[in-house]
């Protein structure tokens, strides 16, 4: 199922079961959601009204030292909300409060390479394959002992979200996806694009060069910057609010782990056998039949593919939102509102 949602006037007009109707005040619930008392509404809430999550807290698990922000009661539901690059935790910024509001207990995690997470070893590989990354999460719920969470993810957090829904159903209650189904097909890698195509991920071809990785370490915040613009081109952010997600680009590994992420896509980087069997299960890109909403908005400068186009590889419950009114790639940190009713609903599922 698909239906927009405008944002242009801070409203949304909903064609779901939900009958969600929001305006300054919050969602109205249809008598249907409000009779079963199983989905909570989320408050109307202006971008960037929160600039901190407070206090950090820092815990091993796996082969890191992982720093995370918490938010919400700590005997709450569990969502588990993963950024992308080149952003960080605060992509999330305005969503925890909400949900902490809502009664969830909210863990937003720096990835490997960003903010405080920390290698726990210097000699383990500075990898960032997909299942990696993946196992990283299921580490820090082992840690934390948290069994099951409601995952929501942008970017490279999208594709990891996906991934633990496909390896993990288990421990994943429910999905929010940004932009869909994502994996990266080692299998399809070298299949080209046409040039439209292939010009948008100018990046990734750069940064497989010697030239591209000196221009990342030497221009880091202005190439990161140039990627937030070109991916949300309608999205105004203030430096303030550039600069406190750019400070968790200057992580030690951050660069090693960008550029391993972007050559390994292209084969073009060794991946580690410890790894080889989760690759090989999630190269038939496996359905996701977790209780999933997909979203995508109308501004999205970032390469990325059709709600059609992916629709059916989501088997169990599933639904899909585009937000209009000019938002971007970064949909959480533009749109908290959305993002946070979105895993609201899905963890009622």
Known sequence: MTHHISLGRRHFVSSTVLGAIAAQSGFLLSAQAQAAGSVKSIPATQPGTHTSFGPLK?????????????????????????????????????????????????????????????????DTVRNAQQSAVALDIIALMDALKIDKAVIGGCDWGARTACILAMLWPERCQALVSVSGYLLSNLKTALDPLPPAAEVQWWYQFYLTT????????????????????????????????????????????????????????????????????????????????????????????????????????????????????????????????????????????
Not at 95 to 115: D, E, F, H, M, T
């Open 58 to 122: 820092q815990v091993n698990a796996g082969v890191l030292s992982v720093g995370y922000a918490e938010a919400g009661p700590a005997d709450g539901p569990v969502v588990l909300l993963i950024h992308g690059w080149p952003y960080d935790i605060h992509t999330y910024v305005d969503v925890a409060p909400l949900l902490a509001s809502a009664g969830y207990r909210v863990i937003v995690p720096y990835l490997r390479g960003y903010g405080t997470t920390r290698f726990l070893f210097a």
């Open 210 to 349: 010697e030239r591209g990785r000196l221009g990342y370490e030497k221009y880091r915040d202005d190439f990161a910057r140039l990627i937030w613009q070109t991916a949300s081109p309608k999205w105004n952010f203030d430096d303030a609010t550039f600069k406190r997600s750019a400070a968790a680009l200057d992580n030690p590994d951050h660069a090693a782990i960008t550029i391993h992420n972007y050559r390994w896509r292209l084969a073009l980087a060794p991946g580690e056998a410890r790894y080889d069997e989760l690759e090989r299960k999630l190269s038939v890109a496996p359905n996701i039949s977790v209780p999933t909403i997909t979203l995508e908005g109308d501004a999205n400068g970032a390469p990325h593919l059709p709600p059609a186009a992916y629709a059916k590889k989501f088997t169990g419950k599933y639904e899909h939102r585009t937000l209009t009114g000019g938002i971007g790639h970064n949909l959480p940190q533009e749109a908290p509102q959305a993002f946070a009713q979105a895993i609201a609903d899905v963890a009622s599922w």
